[in-house]
């Protein structure tokens, strides 16, 4: 069975704490996504990567830090950096970046307490 | 700058039509998507559009023009299901996609 998995899928985080949210896809896909998700906006870009080992900050990456060093996994941190970090945050990814449909994980709901 | 914009919610009733509109100012044009958000889960995909016309997938249409910057999602015999949001999403002329804030479908019996 292909897909994303995220985990997990709440996470809860004291102020001042660096956090790693898990993305891994078995599709076979060279593009990978993150993008945060707030009540009534759309999705933000957060980072993303197009091959293995190499990635590029999307519209919101300040406080975000990403690595690629396999293509199946794209682990996103939230570090202490981040202002406001409570947020749903989703994984996604393609074919190629310029092309296709981006497919979805089941997204993390990350609280900060 | 960039900007989609969407009808915040709508309401319509089990086994009727709902049109979800959406238009769109973005520097370059290289399709139009139209996704499925439940509450809490994540996006699903329904319809890419490229070309001017009305693309039929089912129960759901998506319309194109490009000339007027507009889209719409057509779901026809609306089944309780369909509740969702419903996100427009334009891939400019870098490739990225830029996200509308969704449109949130409220169907009632």
């Known amino acids: 069975d292909g897909g994303i998995t995220q985990s997990p899928k709440y996470l809860f985080r004291k102020e001042g704490q660096n956090v790693t949210l898990s993305c891994e896809q078995n599709?076979?896909?060279?593009?990978m996504y993150w993008y945060r998700q707030d009540p009534g906006q759309g999705l933000r870009l957060i980072y993303y990567?197009?091959?293995?080992?190499?990635?590029q900050k999307g519209d919101i990456a300040e406080g975000y830090s990403v690595s690629r060093e396999k293509k199946e996994s794209f682990p996103l941190t939230v570090t202490s950096a981040q202002k406001n970090p409570t947020a749903f945050y989703l994984c996604?990814?393609?074919?190629?970046?310029?092309?296709?449909?981006?497919?979805f994980g089941p997204g993390t709901r990350l609280t900060v307490l | 700058g960039q900007n989609i914009d969407q009808p915040t919610e709508m309401t319509a009733t089990e086994g009727a039509i709902v049109q979800i509109n959406c238009t769109y100012q973005?520097?370059?044009?290289?399709?139009l998507f139209w996704y499925q958000q439940h509450a809490g889960e994540a996006p699903t995909f329904l319809s890419y559009?490229?070309l001017d016309g009305l693309e039929e997938k089912g129960r759901f249409s998506s319309f194109l023009s490009r000339s007027k910057g507009y889209s719409y999602l057509l779901l026809k015999e609306l089944q309780m299901k369909d509740s969702a949001s419903y996100l427009c999403?334009?891939?400019?002329?870098?490739?990225?996609?830029?996200w509308g804030a969704g449109t949130k479908l409220i169907i009632k019996p």
């Open positions: 996604a990814s393609s074919i190629g970046r310029e092309t296709d449909t981006q497919y």
């Open positions: 599709l076979n896909h060279d593009a």
């Open positions: 990567s197009q091959i293995v080992n190499d990635f």
């Open positions: 973005t520097s370059g044009f290289n399709g």
């Open positions: 559009n490229v």
């Open positions: 999403a334009v891939t400019d002329s870098n490739y990225q996609l830029i």
